[in-house]
């Protein structure tokens, strides 16, 4: 099958699997798409895996403002063929937080650009671009825990002005990039510490649960 063939065989599974009910309930949660067929995640993944990945097929399947071909598309690109300026273009699209959070899990966090590009997005001051560079650090921290001087310093700098954020996807995004330089060590977990030892006493909302995560992150550690 050609590409178009094969996007439309793709849309086709997709509007078969299409649950109305989750459908319904995701647009009264504000998950803004063009079209939602409240296809399940794992089914996506299953329909995804009969097809090869693929540089124009990702491609035309995110051009599709559709929820289940963009998370399809992050599935199916080529990591290798998926340039920084694709990234910069696809991160660009992405309105809401399960997007962000998928297309991060499947394709940003193994880009072997991920750190250099995370760190842009994490500084730039549009909800989204900023929630998916901490979902990516927070990722990479995951797996590798550790950074250089410079590039902590900036890290914590950005993240601990971003978790008291206005803004809940940002806030919580920060959150949890901290939490995961924090369970690399006790010398990450006691930094972050002395940084919102401040907060104890703090009266807003934001600063006080900082504080606490913070806390208890260090008692369980």
Same mark, same amino acid.
């Given at each position: 099958? %050609?590409? +178009?063939?094969?996007?439309?065989? /793709?849309?086709?599974?997709?509007?078969?699997?299409? +649950?109305?009910?989750?459908?319904?309930?995701?647009?009264?949660?504000?998950?803004?798409?063009?079209?939602? &067929?409240?296809?399940?995640?794992?089914?996506?993944?299953?329909?995804?895996? +009969?097809?090869?990945?693929? &540089?124009?097929?990702?491609?035309?399947?995110?051009?599709? %403002?559709?929820?289940?071909?963009?998370?399809?598309?992050?599935?199916?690109?080529?990591?290798? %063929?998926?340039?920084?300026?694709?990234?910069?273009?696809?991160?660009?699209?992405?309105?809401? /937080?399960?997007?962000?959070?998928?297309?991060?899990?499947?394709? &940003?966090?193994?880009?072997?650009?991920?750190?250099?590009?995370? &760190?842009?997005?994490?500084?730039?001051?549009?909800?989204?671009?900023?929630?998916?560079?901490?979902?990516? /650090?927070?990722?990479?921290?995951?797996?590798?825990?550790?950074?250089? %001087?410079?590039?902590?310093?900036?890290?914590?700098?950005?993240?601990?002005?971003?978790?008291?954020?206005?803004?809940?996807?940002?806030?919580?995004?920060?959150?949890?990039?901290?939490?995961?330089?924090?369970?690399?060590?006790?010398?990450?977990?006691?930094?972050?510490?002395?940084?919102?030892?401040?907060?104890?006493?703090?009266?807003?909302?934001?600063?006080?649960?900082?504080?606490?995560?913070?806390?208890?992150?260090?008692?369980?550690?």
């Amino acid at each position: 099958m %050609d590409i +178009n063939e094969q996007l439309k065989a /793709i849309k086709t599974e997709f509007r078969l699997s299409m +649950n109305g009910k989750v459908s319904q309930s995701m647009r009264e949660s504000g998950f803004r798409y063009k079209l939602n &067929f409240g296809v399940e995640l794992p089914r996506i993944k299953a329909i995804a895996a +009969n097809f090869s990945s693929d &540089f124009h097929l990702a491609q035309a399947l995110w051009n599709e %403002d559709i929820r289940e071909c963009k998370i399809a598309a992050s599935l199916l690109m080529p990591i290798d %063929d998926f340039t920084p300026d694709m990234a910069e273009l696809w991160v660009e699209q992405i309105n809401n /937080i399960e997007m962000a959070e998928l297309t991060v899990m499947n394709l &940003f966090q193994k880009l072997s650009y991920a750190p250099s590009l995370s &760190f842009k997005w994490i500084a730039d001051e549009r909800e989204f671009i900023q929630t998916c560079g901490f979902l990516t /650090i927070a990722r990479l921290l995951g797996i590798k825990g550790e950074m250089n %001087d410079r590039a902590e310093s900036e890290f914590l700098d950005q993240a601990m002005v971003s978790a008291l954020s206005p803004n809940y996807n940002v806030r919580q995004a920060a959150t949890v990039a901290i939490k995961k330089y924090m369970l690399y060590n006790e010398e990450h977990a006691f930094k972050v510490c002395r940084l919102v030892e401040c907060y104890g006493e703090a009266q807003s909302e934001e600063e006080q649960a900082l504080y606490n995560m913070v806390s208890s992150n260090i008692i369980e550690g």
